[in-house]
């Protein structure tokens, strides 16, 4: 039976897409050291990434972009980035298990598994390769944006974060349906680096 784990990343940020990966791993090539990505250091996290690459009977990466987020809702464009990125492997698998309490609208038998990122292999490879796609994405914003310092917090609403926002004012990376951006596109700065 080939399961496939999905999983998802940035779903708590203020600006970027949300990512997703699928995973059918090769039972023939195991990898040692899978969990949970937030239990593992950026480093391990990247090693693995490669690892699971290379490995996987099939994977795959996708997204919903920050203009979805704000038309559909942060959960409904989760589950739209997990089914692309399910229908986006080369081999259908015969069930997918989901971390977390919801499985989006797929043709496939579906499970939701809570904490599933530690607890099943295939959910938290997906885990490892949603966040490092995420985090590499959002190291290429912050060479666009360096003014938010998103390489740091990773798009979190940090207080450096919001800060820099505040100074700032949010551009067309950020999530405008998120209370904190809301807000700041309501009430914008005043007084910018721009007017000087």
């Known amino acids: 039976m080939l399961l496939c784990g999905v999983d998802e990343a940035g779903r708590g940020p203020l600006c970027g897409p949300v990512t997703a990966a699928a995973v059918i791993l090769d039972p023939a090539r195991p990898i040692a050291g899978l969990n949970d990505s937030k239990k ?51 081999t259908q698998p015969d069930k997918v298990m989901v971390d977390g309490n919801r499985c989006p609208p797929i043709s496939i038998p579906c499970e939701a598994v809570v904490k599933g990122d530690a607890l099943v292999q295939e959910i938290s490879a997906a885990s490892i390769l949603a966040k490092t796609a995420r985090d590499a994405l959002l190291l290429e914003l912050d060479q666009r944006y360096p003014q938010y310092g998103l390489a740091g917090h990773k798009g979190y609403p940090t207080a450096a974060h919001l800060a820099a926002l505040r100074t700032h004012g949010a551009c067309e990376i950020y999530r405008k349906s998120f209370g904190p951006v809301r807000d700041i596109i309501a009430n914008p700065p005043l007084w910018t680096e721009e007017n000087c």
């Open 40 to 90: 593992l250091s950026a480093a391990k996290r990247d090693k693995l990434a490669v690892e699971i690459r290379e490995k996987a009977l099939a994977w795959c990466i996708a997204e919903a972009s920050v203009e979805e987020i704000d038309r559909l809702n942060i959960l409904h464009a989760t589950m739209l980035a997990m089914q692309r990125a399910v229908a986006g492997l080369a």
